[in-house]
C-alpha cells in the first residue's frame, strides 16, 4: 500500500458536532460489527463495478444526496492511490469473469469536455495496469472511423466505432470479454449493446433512460434502516428524507401542485427532525430531476410558495436535463447541510467517495466559493481537492481521537458503502429485469 502524501482537511464550522462525534465515536467502536455486516451484505449482493457517492457533512447529519454508478472523476483521485484502485478492478472482473483479458470501454460521447476524457484516460490506464488490454468503443452515430484524440495531459485516446456480430460487439480486431460502460445512458438504451453474450457493467437498466434517483433513495432508505438497526441508531442521521412527484412539467406547470404540496410536507418533517435533535438551522429541501446527473435541473427550495412563484427563467431552467431531455419527474429531497470549508477562502465543500467494487478508493472535496453550504455544488466554477487517505476507509485508527483525519474518512467511507449496498441492490433487480426482457 502506497504511502499517502500530507493533505489539507477542511475544517468542520458548524457548532453543532456533538451528535456527529458521537455518531463517529459508535463507528469506531462498532467497526468490527459494521465490517461484519458489510461482508455478509457482499455476500448476498454483489456491488457494482464502479461507483461515486456525494456526500454532506452537516455535523449533525452525514448522508448521501446523489449516487453515481457511472462516475466520470477518477481523474480527481490522488495518484498515491493507484495501486488500490488497480487490486480493486481485479477483484471486480475477477468476480464478473474469472479469465477475462480485454474490456471495451464506452464513454460519453461528447469530446469537448477535456476534463471528462482526461477522466477516460485515467480509467483507460488503471485497467490496462490491472492487467487487462482495453479498448475504446464509442456510441456516436458520426463515428465511422478511428479517431485520435491528444489531451492536455500529454496522453491520447483512441475511439473506435462500436460494430456488432450476432450477439457480441467488437472494436476493429478487438472482440472484449466484458464491456465496461462510462456512458450514463442519457440519450437512451443503445440498440448496440442490447442482449449480448458479452457482460455489460453496469447493466443497461440502470442508466439514466430508465433509473429514478427515487427508486435509489427507496433502496437507500432500507439500508438506513437495517444499519439504524444494527448500531441502534435513529437512521435519520444517515439518510435524507425524501418525496416525489410522478408527472410534472416545470414549462407548462403541469404538477405545480403537487410538487409544493410535497415541499410543504418534506419541511414540515425535517422541522419535527430539527425540533427533536436541537438543530437551529433553517430545513431546506432540494428539488431535482428524478433522472439524470451532471448537476442539472437542481434548486434550493425552503417554501412552497418558492415553487409557486417561480419564474419563467426558472421554470425553464428546471425543465433541462443532459442530452437535451425534458425533466418529467422530480424528486424532493431533504436538504443537507455542508459545514466543511476548504482555504484561505472558506469556500464551501462536500466529499465525494469513490469505490470500485466493494472497495473505497479515494474522493475529492468538491469546493465551490460561490456557492452557499445549501446549494448545489456540482455547478460550473467547481473546483476539485484531493482526498489522499492516510489510512483506508475500512482500517480506522482507533487509537486517534473521533475526529481525527482517518476516522472522519473513516465514516465517509461507511456511509458511502450504505449508498453502495442501495445501489448494489437497485442493480440486482435491473439484472434481474433485463434478463426477462431478453427471454420474453
Not at 73 to 97: H, K, T, Y
Not at 326 to 333: L, R, S, W
Request: with cysteine; glycine share 8%; aromatic share 10%.
Amino acid at each position: 500500500m502506497p504511502v499517502a502524501p500530507d493533505f489539507a482537511v477542511p475544517n468542520l464550522t458548524t457548532a453543532q458536532t456533538g451528535p456527529f462525534l458521537k455518531f463517529e465515536s459508535l463507528l469506531l467502536e462498532r467497526a468490527p460489527d459494521i465490517e461484519r455486516w458489510f461482508r455478509n451484505q457482499w455476500s448476498l449482493t454483489a456491488p457494482p463495478f464502479y461507483c461515486s457517492v456525494d456526500l454532506r457533512n452537516a455535523g449533525f447529519k452525514l448522508a448521501p444526496v446523489d449516487t453515481n454508478l457511472f462516475p466520470g472523476g477518477f481523474n480527481n483521485l490522488n495518484p498515491a492511490f493507484e495501486a488500490l484502485c488497480v487490486q480493486a478492478i481485479q477483484s471486480a472482473l475477477d468476480r464478473v469473469m474469472g479469465n477475462a483479458c480485454e474490456v471495451l470501454l464506452v464513454p460519453e460521447n461528447h469530446t469537448r469536455n477535456r476534463f471528462y476524457l482526461e477522466n477516460v484516460a485515467t480509467i483507460q490506464g488503471l485497467i490496462q495496469k490491472a492487467g487487462y488490454a482495453v479498448r475504446l468503443g464509442s456510441l456516436r452515430s458520426d463515428l465511422n472511423a478511428p479517431e485520435l484524440i491528444k489531451l492536455d495531459s500529454g496522453r491520447e485516446l483512441l475511439l473506435e466505432p462500436i460494430q456488432r456480430d450476432g450477439d457480441e460487439v467488437f472494436v476493429g480486431d478487438f472482440k472484449p470479454c466484458v464491456v465496461l460502460l462510462n456512458n450514463d445512458l442519457s440519450a437512451g438504451r443503445p440498440a448496440v449493446l442490447e442482449n449480448l453474450t458479452q457482460p455489460v457493467l453496469p447493466p443497461l437498466g440502470v442508466g439514466w433512460s430508465t433509473r429514478l434517483k427515487t427508486q435509489h433513495f427507496g433502496h437507500y432508505r432500507a439500508v438506513a434502516a437495517e444499519f439504524g438497526k444494527l448500531l441502534g441508531i435513529d437512521p435519520w442521521w444517515v439518510d435524507p428524507l425524501f418525496r416525489n412527484c410522478g408527472q410534472i412539467n416545470f414549462k407548462t406547470r403541469e404538477g405545480e401542485d403537487c410538487l409544493a404540496s410535497n415541499v410543504e410536507l418534506l419541511l414540515e418533517d425535517i422541522t419535527e427532525k430539527y425540533r427533536e435533535y436541537g438543530v437551529k438551522e433553517e430545513p431546506f429541501v432540494i428539488v431535482k430531476a428524478d433522472a439524470g446527473t451532471y448537476g442539472m435541473g437542481v434548486m434550493t427550495v425552503k417554501s412552497a410558495a418558492e415553487i409557486r412563484n417561480l419564474n419563467r427563467d426558472a421554470r425553464k431552467k428546471m425543465a433541462s436535463a443532459k442530452e437535451g431531455n425534458e425533466v418529467t419527474g422530480a424528486i424532493i429531497q431533504e436538504g443537507v447541510y455542508t459545514f466543511e470549508r476548504w482555504g484561505e477562502e472558506q469556500a464551501t465543500a462536500e466529499p465525494v467517495i469513490y469505490m470500485i467494487d466493494k472497495h473505497v478508493v479515494g474522493g475529492f472535496y468538491r469546493v465551490h466559493s460561490g456557492r452557499s453550504n445549501q446549494e448545489n455544488l456540482n455547478a460550473p466554477g467547481a473546483s476539485f481537492q484531493q482526498i489522499a487517505f492516510a489510512e483506508p476507509c475500512n482500517t480506522p485508527d482507533c487509537t486517534r481521537d473521533a475526529d481525527a483525519s482517518p476516522n472522519r474518512f473513516y465514516a465517509y467511507g461507511v456511509v458511502a458503502r450504505l449508498a453502495l449496498l442501495a445501489a448494489a441492490r437497485e442493480t440486482a433487480l435491473a439484472t434481474t429485469g433485463d434478463k426477462l426482457l431478453a427471454t420474453a
